[in-house]
């Protein structure tokens, strides 16, 4: 019976590795011997490997047992099988594995009791049992977990760049699933991009620039880094502020814009600008601010002021934007509640997160927030031979680890020139703003 269903099993993975192949082009190598075979002692090995990770259920079945009987003449003890209920342990239905771009995956129907959790906090065991880079746990639908196995981390090199044709949405990197890493400011409109000093965030910044900047849209630019990170990319920039003082002006320009935005769109009874007529649409803009702690930072009493102006400005920004067109992806090396009460709402209304190697857990931590635990421990995995690589959690409220491509400031810069004509001017964007605002 076991043989049969092996054969069974070997005769269907065969099947689906020749249509993983027509479909994505396998190497043969994996698809006619890797994959069958890891298929197979997937499945041979599951029992023992659900036991070992503590995925079984003891269930009361009936059973052919072995019971001590009558005593011998010999004096020994006579055994005798009897059909009787005992507790056996139960592993999860598990489905065929099927092929991924880097591994397999493959379905299970959970016991009663189990939630997707259990799964994901067994993941690291059960990677270590199959022998593979990692696993991870989705649910696509109650009652069932899918289980998608790497077998070799799949983000040690990432291609290039590829054009991003959608509107605000930029495909920024690869996913460890071997997905793209899609940054959709529509779907999700304001970001945190946090990471310790060379670990990846100003490329990060570079990839969107660069798939942004061929888009209608304006960029605008805080950096508080004097201006060393976005000055190239000025020209594609409608506006850029490079110190406390700048920013503070332009912080009062995105409110008044916002507002006048909200005007336009109660006259036409639209809720957001998307509603509008495109005729009458403004221009989208997304707002790139680099080192945001400098933005809290405060050196003495006298900037008390500015500060609590540029939080609100911020925070209001952050909370009323998304419908009025205005997104914001925010980095920093450290995003914590020790710069002040407005950082920590400014976090709470960015529900991208984005988090590359941190020096300290906390900064993890304020990050990721809530997440699953196992985020934060895999944020403190990354190594800092792997630049880039970063925890994001994405829009279908899951985490994944991810890389950025790698984008040179160059290309950035090139990018920037080439598409420097489509960089809406500052004063035409403000044109309907208030004196007192724009001055
Ligand atoms: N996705 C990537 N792939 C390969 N190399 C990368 C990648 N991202 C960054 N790097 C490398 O890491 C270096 C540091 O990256 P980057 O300047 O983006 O870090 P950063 O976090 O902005 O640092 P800082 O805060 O000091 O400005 C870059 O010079 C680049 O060579």
């Not at 490329?203 to 201006?227: M, S």
Request: charged content about 20%; glycine content about 8%.
């Amino acid at each position: 019976m076991r043989d049969a269903l092996l054969l069974l099993t070997a005769s269907a993975v065969m099947v689906a590795g020749l249509w993983a192949w027509r479909r994505w082009h396998y190497p043969s190598f994996w698809l006619a011997l890797g994959f069958p075979i890891v298929a197979l002692s997937v499945r041979a090995s599951w029992r023992r490997v659900a036991l070992g990770c503590g995925l079984t259920k003891k269930r009361q079945r009936w059973w052919f047992t072995t019971v001590p009987g009558a005593i011998a003449s010999t004096g020994l003890v006579k055994v005798r099988r009897r059909f009787q209920r005992v507790a056996v342990d139960t592993k999860p239905f598990m489905w065929l594995p099927l092929p991924t771009r880097h591994g397999w995956r493959v379905t299970l129907h959970t016991l009663e009791g189990q939630t997707p959790g259990d799964y994901a906090d067994a993941a690291e065991r059960l990677a270590h049992s199959w022998g593979v880079h990692a696993v991870r746990v989705s649910s696509p639908r109650p009652g069932r977990v899918v289980l998608m196995a790497t077998m070799r981390d799949p983000l040690v090199t990432v291609a290039q760049l590829p054009a991003s044709p959608e509107l605000l949405k930029v495909t920024v990197g690869r996913l460890e699933t071997g997905q793209p890493w899609v940054i959709d400011f529509r779907t999700v409109p304001h970001w945190l991009n946090a990471g310790a000093t060379q670990s990846g965030k100003s490329n990060l910044a570079n990839a969107l620039i660069v798939g942004l900047a061929p888009q209608p849209v304006a960029l605008v630019g805080f950096d508080l880094k004097g201006g060393v990170e976005f000055t190239p990319y000025s020209p594609r920039l409608s506006a850029l502020a490079t110190s406390r003082a700048e920013s503070v002006g332009l912080l009062a320009d995105l409110v008044g814009l916002m507002t006048d935005r909200m005007g336009l769109c109660r006259q036409a009874g639209a809720r957001n600008i998307w509603q509008l007529p495109p005729a009458i649409r403004p221009v989208p803009l997304v707002v790139l601010i680099d080192e945001l702690a400098e933005l809290y930072l405060m050196a003495d009493k006298s900037e008390k002021d500015e500060i609590a102006k540029t939080s609100t400005a911020l925070l209001r920004v952050a909370q009323l934007g998304r419908a009025f067109g205005l997104y914001l992806f925010c980095c920093g090396q450290r995003i914590g509640s020790d710069l002040g009460p407005g950082v920590t709402a400014l976090r709470a209304q960015c529900s991208g997160r984005i988090c590359h190697r941190v020096n300290d857990p906390e900064t993890a931590t304020m990050t990721l927030g809530d997440l699953d635990p196992a985020a934060l421990v895999s944020a403190r995995a990354i190594a800092s031979e792997t630049p880039g690589v970063a925890i994001v959690a994405s829009q279908d409220g899951q985490w994944y680890r991810a890389r950025s491509f790698y984008v040179t400031e160059a290309t950035a810069e090139h990018a920037a020139h080439t598409h420097a004509h489509l960089a809406p001017a500052w004063d035409e964007i403000t044109a309907h703003l208030p004196e007192s605002i724009t001055a």
